[in-house]
């Protein structure tokens, strides 16, 4: 089975920075695209930012120029960072990836959420 692991959130002031970290494990024969998205109490969840296996990325405009998304193939591991962070980062933040196990097709996959809260 495949499993998605974060790591990272946290309490941060404003202006301040975050890591987060997201490691596939398990029956993995290749990661497509993975990412991260958000949910705030009271609304939907949503996209924050993706990143194919070609390295192409994508980023919602609320976090652009404030937020980079990378990976690291060889630990099946993607990453964000965060800078500048704002009272409205606030949010659990999600990973998510496309996985095709071993003799298997691709799956949609998601971590368990990371609690990011900025508040001085």
């Known amino acids: 089975q495949v499993q998605l692991v974060e790591s990272g959130g946290g309490l941060v002031q404003p202006g301040g920075s975050l890591r987060l970290s997201c490691a596939a494990s398990g029956s993995i024969f290749s990661i497509d695209r993975m990412g991260w998205y958000r949910q705030a109490p009271g609304k939907q969840r949503e996209l924050v930012t993706t990143?194919?296996?070609?390295?192409?990325?994508k980023y919602a405009d609320s976090v652009k120029g404030r937020f980079t998304i990378s990976r690291d193939n060889a630990k099946n591991t993607v990453y964000l960072t965060m800078n500048s962070l704002k009272p409205e980062d606030t949010a659990v933040y999600y990973c998510n990836a496309i996985i095709s196990e071993k003799l298997g097709a691709p799956g949609n996959y998601w971590g368990q959420g990371t609690q990011v809260t900025v508040s001085s």
């Open positions: 990143i194919t296996s070609g390295d192409s990325t």
